[in-house]
């Protein structure tokens, strides 16, 4: 048994400077003047003129202060320590001597240097600054547990976050919890705080309830229990509530028994047990039993038997499961004389064993006193499970425990996801473990422990002042990072196929050429396999992709790849295998991705949801081979697939851009005309969004303006003359051009609904964007949307400006015409271009049934709203407006806005202000439809 100890004994100590300091004499003993509704309502009149003043202090003002009054309250650690003793009757006064000094020492340590007051942060760069203002007035409530540690703690944050307090002491420690308060206030106003930065009420039950709800307190802090805790929430204000604890502590066979008895016994004994956080109840692994029980009763535990174990859980815990006022923070010799059981003397720790955790179980029940519960377990596993049922009766989200070998890594992580705790200690006493900064110095030092929201607590941490803090952020505009990326290798010009592959000779063994049966049937697939053939190159030809691939298209292809295991890819036609092919890459190499993710859709898409995997593990070379010249699918990270439901879904991620571009218009020479028109025309509606698209740059803007010129100049060249290799070569160009554009700076609302009058009637893509170019044109030529599109980039509605400037470089006005009359002259310009080409003014004469039309029309411009195109556009639009934009396409070309007729013919020349001819290839095969890939 160990040796005898004696109480503390109360002993004569000298007061403060500052309890005599003006005349002002401060007794122990002396109780709050505050002790009236009508005195109440004066203190916090007079708090709420301080908080004005202390609000405007400097940090160096604060941390004066700050530090001034943390001396004063580490010299006033032991009359404090015994007021609180002599006045509670509870505790052990040389444990309340660490607890203030840990309040004092241990906190301003910690926080000295932690910026509160004014600008804590200031990023120029990023151009954002953080000010830290105060919550306060505050009015905090204190336990009987811990009156002058807590109080000492609740005004040492409070004065360091710049807040006024008002102390609430609970009625059993109103005398310490006075003195220890006005002690500091003193101390604060000698070195500069306001007068009333601190005050404490009398514990008068009236003026302790209007407290909480009194007008001028502007935030709460409550320590205690649930009762308290719940009325500081109640109360309609910002709060902070910390409550009770019930820490579980589980033994395993692996432990120093010697190390976790002398770490119980220290914990348990501290200040009799009225940290909240000190163990309630052992839970040991049976193996272990005998040895901790040796060792802890060298330490002064009690083992007490079955009927000695009923008197004192009786005694302990109350018929309502609470721990009994009588016994919080006595001794185990006066608990034992209380409950009427004989213990022997020097008696620590009253042990008593339970058999399982039930309601009428004392002692799984939180104590505050140095009574222990003990349970035994079969093995650590169901021991798990018993801390866990513990910490479930009363301390949920508190504190639990964990003795083992530090190397019992996966025994620490079940313990931690069991536990239903915010603190998880790992060998170490759990009374100055969670209170912080003493066996790990990484968790803050506090008298206030948050128990999240499983124990009803807003904060699951240490309260610290950052919880003290109303955090203002002065944020300056910042635009993000931009970007322009394209295939590492484009090669370009007629007839270059043959140099271009030559690339390939090193470096891969086996191709797969993803491509369309007229492809094949042309035999244009042919003069590719010969020159793949002539570097050594096994090919395989996946001929299965038809016009909008759909998902079911796309894995045959996958699993033709999973069968020939190729390293290059070459897509080889319009737009459909090119889609396909980017697509088949991804889901061959990282076949665990969903079509969710593919179709998810993005505001940034540096910041997308859907994150797709990097690619090039299996397929180190995807190349892209036009035989149309529309898509520019060649250049771009896009691709679009039609669904099950046979919606269009347009799919974007740079990881999908290809790490080559063939540009040669020698396979589009046997283009037929209405695949020329249709693809060109999709290539103009590419350069023309990209070039107002709230994405676009001057990167990108230069490249929308050539792409334009070439095709205005060439397009009806090429359509007249499918054998002008000039224009089809120009047209090739412009459609490569346009898609390096359109992959940096995006689309728009034509493409959207494009996208959906194709699904729905089976118009070719092209032909789409072409019967509503004009009317999106007219409806984002606007310097007052309706709404705008959201880019830190995009200040203002530019589109209208823009058109303008498209029309200036086409010389469709003179310079210093009017916009509105630049945007009449472009949609004439377009128009015309569409005759010229043999293109449908309208969806009715695309063939469009009216009742049809009007039956899908809602669908068609929710969906189209819903499209990934559709936040690029400068417009943002509403989908009533969308709907209107349909109707009136059904019906034919806008109408202009100035009056000039955009039905007659324009006599102007649209050449490309260099005299040349331009003009761009594609070839695919009658009948075959071209695709875009956005």
């Not at 061959?588 to 079509?595: A, G, K, L």
């Not at 230069?702 to 002008?724: E, H, M, Q, V």
């Not at 120009?730 to 194709?758: E, R, T, V, W, Y």
Request: charged letters at 20%.
């Amino acid at each position: 048994m160990a040796a005898v100890y004696a109480q503390s004994e109360l002993v004569p100590v000298e007061t403060s400077p500052l309890a005599t300091e003006g005349g002002d004499v401060l007794r122990f003993g002396d109780t709050s003047p505050i002790d009236t509704l009508e005195k109440l309502d004066e203190a916090m009149a007079a708090m709420v003129e301080s908080q004005k003043m202390f609000a405007e202090f400097t940090q160096e003002q604060v941390d004066h202060i700050f530090h001034q009054v943390a001396l004063e309250a580490n010299m006033m650690r032991l009359p404090l320590a015994q007021y609180a003793v002599q006045e509670t009757k509870r505790g052990i006064v040389e444990d309340k001597v660490i607890k203030n000094h840990f309040a004092s020492e241990f906190v301003y340590n910690k926080y000295k240097d932690a910026k509160t007051a004014g600008i804590i942060e200031e990023d120029v760069v990023s151009g954002l600054t953080r000010i830290a203002e105060p919550v306060g007035p505050v009015g905090g409530v204190t336990p009987v547990t811990n009156p002058t540690s807590t109080v000492i703690y609740y005004c040492l944050m409070a004065l360091k976050t710049r807040n006024c307090i008002v102390i609430s002491p609970h009625p059993a420690a109103a005398k310490c919890s006075y003195f220890t308060a006005e002690i500091l206030r003193r101390a604060a106003v000698k070195f500069g705080a306001p007068p009333d930065c601190i005050r404490c009420i009398a514990a008068e039950r009236s003026v302790s309830s209007a407290m909480l709800t009194h007008k001028d307190v502007a935030f709460l802090w409550a320590t205690g229990g649930p009762g308290i805790v719940n009325a500081c929430y109640r109360s309609g204000k910002p709060a902070i509530g910390v409550g009770a604890g019930n820490a579980p502590a589980l033994v395993d066979e692996t432990c120093d028994m010697r190390d976790v008895a002398a770490s119980i016994v220290l914990s348990k004994t501290f200040d009799n047990g009225m940290i909240c956080a000190s163990e309630n109840a052992v839970v040991v692994v049976e193996a272990a039993y005998l040895e901790l029980r040796k060792r802890m009763e060298a330490r002064g535990c009690y083992f007490m038997n079955k009927e000695e174990t009923e008197k004192v859980g009786g005694a302990v815990i109350n018929p309502e499961h609470h721990v009994s006022n009588l016994v919080v923070g006595k001794s185990a010799q006066e608990i034992a004389e209380l409950a009427g059981i004989s213990v022997p003397a020097g008696t620590l720790v009253l042990v008593g064993e339970g058999s399982k955790v039930a309601v009428d179980e004392p002692m799984c029940y939180e104590k505050l006193c140095p009574v222990l519960g003990l349970f035994r377990a079969p093995s650590f596993e169901e021991g798990v499970t018993v801390a866990q049922q513990i910490a479930t009766n009363g301390g949920l989200g508190h504190t639990s425990i964990l003795y083992t070998d530090p190397q019992n890594v996966e025994r620490i992580s079940m313990f931690e996801k069991a536990m239903p705790t915010y603190k998880v200690l790992v060998d170490m006493p759990s009374s100055f473990g969670a209170i912080g900064d003493v066996y790990n110095f990484r968790l803050s030092p506090s008298m206030s422990l948050g128990c999240g929201s499983k124990g009803g607590s807003s904060v699951s941490e240490n309260v610290g002042p950052q919880h003290l803090l109303n955090i203002k952020h002065i944020v300056e505009r910042r635009e993000n990072m931009q970007w322009f990326r394209t295939p590492p290798r484009i090669y370009f010009k007629r007839g270059i196929l043959a140099s271009a592959l030559s690339d390939l000779k090193n470096d891969t063994k086996r191709c797969v050429v993803v491509t369309d049966k007229m492809m094949v049937k042309l035999g244009m697939v042919d003069n590719l396999k010969a020159n793949l053939n002539a570097l050594g190159i096994e090919t395989m030809v996946f001929d299965d992709v038809t016009p909008d691939p759909t998902f079911s298209c796309i894995y045959a292809g996958v699993n033709t790849m999973k069968s020939f295991e190729p390293d290059t890819i070459i897509a080889f036609g319009g737009g459909s295998p090119m889609d396909a092919a980017k697509v088949m890459r991804l889901l061959y190499e990282h076949p665990e991705v969903t079509v969710n993710q593919l179709t998810a859709r993005f505001m940034d898409i540096r910041k997308r949801v859907a994150l797709f995997p990097k690619l090039g593990s299996k397929v180190h070379t995807l190349i892209c081979m036009p035989t149309t010249s529309g898509t520019g699918a060649e250049i771009t990270p896009f691709a679009v697939l039609t669904g099950d439901d046979g919606r269009k879904y347009p799919i974007c991620d740079y990881s999908m851009t290809p790490e080559m571009a063939i540009v040669d218009s020698t396979y589009t020479m046997k283009m037929p005309k209405s695949l020329t028109a249709n693809t060109g025309y999709d290539a103009l509606v590419h350069a023309i969004e990209s070039f107002v698209s709230v994405y676009s740059t001057d990167y990108t803007q230069a490249l929308s303006i050539r792409a334009i010129k070439l095709i205005t100049a060439n397009l009806k060249a090429a359509y007249d003359n499918p054998n002008d290799s000039v224009a089809r070569e120009k047209m090739h160009n412009a459609s490569a051009i346009a898609g390096m554009a359109f992959a940096n700076a995006f689309l728009g609302i034509c493409h959207s609904l494009a996208h959906q009058l194709g699904a729905e009637f089976h118009i070719p893509h092209g032909l789409a964007n072409a019967l509503m170019l004009s009317h999106v044109i007219r409806f984002n030529a606007t310097d007052a949307p309706t709404k705008m599109a959201t880019f830190s980039q995009y200040k203002f509605p530019m589109a209208r400006k823009q058109y303008g400037e498209v029309s200036d470089h086409l010389k469709l006005t003179s310079f210093d015409a009017p916009l509105d009359a630049k945007v009449d002259a472009l949609i004439a310009r377009l128009e015309e271009l569409k005759r010229e080409v043999g293109i449908p003014l309208s969806l009715r004469e695309a063939g469009v049934s009216e009742e049809l039309f009007e039956m899908k029309l809602g669908t068609i411009a929710a969906k189209a709203f819903d499209d990934q195109c559709t936040g690029a556009n400068p417009r943002y639009p509403l989908i009533g407006e969308l709907i209107q934009l349909l109707r009136e396409a059904y019906e034919g070309p806008p109408k202009p806005i100035q009056g000039s007729s955009i039905s007659g013919s324009m006599s102007m020349s649209f050449s490309n202000g260099n005299g040349d001819h331009e003009g761009m290839d594609s070839t695919s095969e009658e009948g075959q439809e071209e695709h875009s890939t956005v």
